[in-house]
């Protein structure tokens, strides 16, 4: 069926899997495909989707301090007594 | 750099009033033409503009309200004041705000607005004391390396689409690194930020600041924010380091400068790849919002619904084409040639058949005569070998009858010995039944002495209360009947 050149979605970055989605919507468009290839990309498809919609909503910016001590965030009410 | 004292217009030739004294004298053996007053301030400032010099002084005064074509304001020391003004365009590319109390370089000419019969200094450049220095420095460094194609607009990269992980070097205090860092967090919360919070200003900078390109690169960042927030000319003098600027030349991935300072740039934002005008700016472009990604996600999810879908109906409509077909849904129409062929043959057979049948007849009717001419023929010479056979035959069977008559005869005499021997048992059975039967007989006891005694009903009597006296009897016997009388 093929399954097995497909890379597991969790070990791809953000781009390579939104380049293969796009790939993907391509290759169905063309309309060259035999009914069952475009059945196995159209799946294939959906599980990159909804892989990637989920990382959009769990996203959260990470900082790793490397160097320095990051001061914490003033909050606005001490941002507006201290001159900056 | 010097400062060039200004020179006296006038040195030789005396005071203005001299000037007007001597042109009086001049003209006072004839009639004395005196000047108009704006003649003679139109001399004046012919003279005035000749002079072009730099000066420094202190502001003490400044005005620069948005509607003026032009910025005022009053350079001083201890012994006098100049009006200045500079027109807005050329004092906004100066770059510095002027502030009461500064200490400026300006470099122009004398002139006049006869109007108001007013002096003034145009200033055609305006810097701040002492920056000169520093700018003629930057600016070598700057053509420095320049000349090595380092500010080449072709060796700057393009930044990754989607970065992961994204270097940001700065000051961990203050203003920008927050900027930065909110700004990413709401735009593109997708990439993981390596930060190294390294000194922006004063002699350790440049190193600082180069350490922390390397320390962010060497933890995987794809792209770098060299980034800091707004300050003078000097604050900025490490961004113009040529160590720095070298690194960040030579960074292996892409750097991106948001260093606040307009209009000038610093090296760094010469050799950068891309230069923003704030750190906020830096932010902005380092990565497309997520917004965007989530449009971007939709549209792919719409396409890849309406493609799948626009396959799946164009394969059941071809299916559909066909099976609409007549072929599948007239049954005649795939035979229909067939049949009616065979209902034409059926019908030339149907005609061909009576045909047929007669010419058959004929054959028959013919072969039938012809059958009956041999026939008598055939049935003489049959009946001639019939007879023959049956003569034969007859002689056989006399032969065998005569055979057979005399086994039928002994066989007729066994026959007979044997058949009437045959009935022996049963007669004697019958004789033996016979005789029970004629001993169980009630003649029998009839002659052994017994009587039945009728009346003349011919009832039975076996009873004596059956007569009374006087009754008839008929009593049988062996014999005979008695007739009685009982008494």
């Known amino acids: ?84 | 750099m010097s400062v060039l004292k200004p020179k006296d217009p006038f040195e030789g030739q005396g005071t203005l009033d001299d000037l007007f004294e001597q042109a009086g004298r001049e003209q006072k053996p004839a009639e004395p033409t005196a000047l108009t007053v704006t003649q003679a301030m139109n001399l004046a400032k012919g003279a005035l503009e000749k002079v072009r010099v730099t000066v420094m002084g202190e502001v003490s005064e400044f005005n620069d309200k948005p509607g003026y074509k032009a910025a005022y304001f009053t350079l001083g020391d201890e012994g006098a004041s100049m009006s200045c003004q500079m027109w807005r365009n050329k004092y906004s590319a100066s770059g510095v705000e002027l502030r009461r109390g500064m200490l400026v370089e300006v470099t122009g000419y004398f002139s006049s607005y006869i109007v108001k019969g007013r002096m003034q200094f145009m200033v055609n450049k305006l810097v701040i004391a002492g920056e000169g220095d520093l700018r003629m420095k930057v600016a070598q460094i700057a053509r420095k390396l320049e000349a090595e194609g380092l500010m080449d607009p072709r060796r700057k990269r393009a930044l990754p689409v989607l970065p992961e992980r994204i270097g940001l070097v700065t000051s961990p205090r203050g203003k920008a690194v927050w900027d930065v860092i909110r700004t990413l967090r709401r735009r593109y919360p997708l990439a993981r930020i390596l930060f190294a919070g390294v000194t922006v200003e004063g002699d350790r900078a440049p190193l600082e600041l180069a350490r922390g390109l390397d320390t962010v690169v060497a933890a995987g960042a794809q792209m770098v924010l060299l980034v800091r927030g707004g300050g003078s000319y000097e604050d900025f003098m490490p961004f113009n380091d040529e160590g720095l600027a070298r690194a960040v030349a030579a960074c292996p991935v892409p750097v991106v400068t948001g260093i606040g300072h307009e209009p000038d740039n610093s090296i760094c934002d010469m050799v950068a790849d891309l230069r923003c005008s704030t750190p906020t700016a830096a932010a902005e472009k380092s990565a497309p919002s997520i917004d965007e990604i989530a449009a971007r996600l939709g549209a792919c999810g719409s396409k890849l619904a309406a493609a799948f879908g626009a396959q799946m109906q164009d394969a059941a409509h071809r299916v559909e084409v066909c099976r609409a077909r007549p072929v599948f849904n007239d049954s005649h129409a795939l035979l229909g040639t067939c049949e009616q062929g065979i209902d034409v043959l059926g019908d030339r057979l149907s005609a061909a058949l009576p045909g047929m049948m007669d010419v058959r007849a004929q054959r028959t009717a013919a072969a039938d005569q012809r059958l009956r001419a041999i026939g008598p023929r055939l049935a003489q010479g049959q009946l001639q070998r019939t007879a023959a056979v049956e003569d034969r035959l007859r002689r056989a069977a006399e032969l065998v009858g005569a055979r057979q008559e005399s086994q039928a005869e002994a066989a007729c005499t066994r026959l007979v010995r044997e058949g009437g021997a045959l009935l022996d048992r049963p007669q004697a059975q019958v004789a033996r039944y016979a005789q029970a039967l004629e001993s169980l007989s009630p003649l029998a006891v009839l002659s052994r002495g017994y009587a039945v005694a009728r009346d003349d009903a011919g009832r039975l009597v076996n009873r004596v209360s059956d007569v009374s006296s006087g009754d008839a009897l008929h009593v049988q016997v062996s014999d005979g009947t008695i007739d009685a009388r009982v008494i």
């Open chain 1, 1 to 84: 069926m093929g399954q097995e050149s497909y890379t597991a979605i969790d070990e791809m970055t953000f781009a390579q899997a939104l380049a293969e989605l796009e790939g993907i919507v391509r290759a169905l468009e063309s309309n060259t495909l035999e009914l069952e290839d475009s059945l196995e990309r159209y799946e294939r498809g959906v599980a990159l989707l909804r892989a990637l919609q989920g990382r959009l909503t769990d996203a959260q910016s990470k900082v790793d301090s490397l160097l320095g001590q990051l001061e914490p965030e003033k909050d606005d009410e001490t941002a507006d007594t201290t001159l900056s």
